[in-house]
Every structure is written in C-alpha cells, then in structure tokens.
C-alpha cells in the first residue's frame, strides 16, 4: 500500500524568506511523485511532478523539489516567498495502472508581510 | 487550451435525493478522474474512467457511480444522498500516463 505524509500541517513564513514544505511516501514499487497547490475556492494546479530522471525537479513559480529515494521523501522548496504563495499544498503519489492519487494532508502555507 | 471544466459549480440537495455532477476534460485527454474533498478527510480518490471503461474505483459505496462519454466528458451520480457525502467534488484529466490537471470543483451541499 501507498501512503503520503505532510510532516507540518501550517507553516507560517514572512515574505521574501525561503521555504521548506515536508513530504514523506511510503510504497513498495516505484513511483511517481507530484505537488500540487490549492488557492481558496479553486481546484488544484500542479506545481511539478516527479516521473523519473535528475532527482531535482523544477516546476512552476520558482518552486522546485528534491526526490530522494533513500530517505523516501519529496520536499517542495522556494528560495524568496511572496504573499501570493498563500494556499494549501499537497504532495502526492501515483504508480502506473491504478489511475489515482494518494495525497497527504495538505500543509497551509502563510505568507506574512 | 481550455482547462478541465466542471458543472454547476455549487448544488444544493437534500438528503435522499440524486445529484449528477458534470465534467468536460482537457482536449485530447482520454482519462478521467473523480475526487472527493470532504472537511477533515482530505482528498479521496473516487472513480477513474479511461475510453469509456471504468478502470478503478476507490473505497466508496456503489451510490457513487458514474460513467464516460464517447466524447470523453464524463458524470458522477451520487444516489440517496447523505449529510456526509457534503464535499468539493473535483475531476481531473489526463492523456496517457501524463500527470492530471484539475477542474475548479463542484461544492455538493447536503440539508
């Protein structure tokens, strides 16, 4: 069985300071591994995605990640935050032929001025 | 390129009624996908529907049902409605093992 978890819950951060957002996965075949982001009222946009390949991942709004296998794990970094980056973000994961996501909790960024 | 669009936005039903929730996919996008996003629960996992079949389905009873188009929109059924099943009701697309795209959502409200 898959499962993901998001080690911090919110995570309160002024602006223009950088930013660490925890993922941890549990699975016993090989995966894929994707951060997605929430702004209220909306659905979810992928913010990069894991497939295979270098282990740093670029994505979009200056957001990036690191897979490392050994540690099992996925953080999602930013070095300069805005209050724009305010919104709940998932991690989640995926393996071939089952279709579906497995998010984590979601952790609440809070970017303060 | 248009997104994932989802219909209505917002549905307000009773308990025991039907509600049908509707989702047009991103074009050339052969899979859909059907989240559920409850208070509390996060977000689950529902139906997966690929060239009209459905290919798997989450830990759900069978009043949530559903089924996809030969134009490959797709709706989700969900029968004798219960407070519980009040929730954002997200879909998603994707082409053939590339990652999945997201619609806005449809906030299902149960009284």
């Known amino acids: 069985a898959q499962s993901v978890t998001q080690l911090d819950s919110q995570v309160p951060v002024f602006e223009e300071a950088p930013v660490e957002l925890r993922c941890n996965y549990s699975?016993?075949?090989?995966?894929?591994l994707f951060w997605y982001v929430q702004y209220p009222n909306q659905g979810l946009q992928l913010l990069l995605k894991?497939?295979?390949?270098?282990?740093l991942v670029k994505g979009i709004n200056g957001f990036e990640a690191e897979f490392n296998k050994s540690q099992t794990s996925f953080h999602l970094r930013k070095p300069s935050v805005h209050i724009s980056d305010t919104a709940e973000y998932f991690c989640?994961?995926?393996?071939?032929?089952?279709?579906?996501?497995?998010f984590g909790q979601g952790t609440t960024l809070q970017v303060k001025p | 390129e248009a997104g994932v669009t989802q219909s209505p936005t917002h549905l307000i039903k009773t308990r025991g009624q039907q509600a049908t929730l509707r989702c047009s996919p991103i074009?050339?996008?052969?899979?859909v996908y059907w989240y559920q996003q409850a208070l509390g629960l996060g977000l689950q996992f529902l139906l997966w529907?690929?060239?009209?079949?459905?290919?798997n389905r989450g830990n759900f009873p069978p009043r949530f049902s559903g089924r996809q188009f030969p134009n490959y929109s797709s709706e989700l059924n969900v029968n004798a409605l219960e407070l519980e099943d009040s929730a954002l009701y997200l879909c998603?697309?994707?082409?053939?093992?590339?990652?999945?795209?997201f619609g806005d959502g449809t906030r299902l409200s149960i009284l």
């Open positions: 998603a697309s994707s082409a053939f093992n590339q990652p999945q795209h």
């Open positions: 699975s016993s075949v090989s995966v894929y």
């Open positions: 894991y497939l295979s390949g270098s282990t």
């Open positions: 989640a994961v995926s393996s071939s032929n089952t279709g579906k996501l497995i």
């Open positions: 074009s050339g996008h052969t899979s």
């Open positions: 529907y690929d060239e009209g079949e459905e290919r």
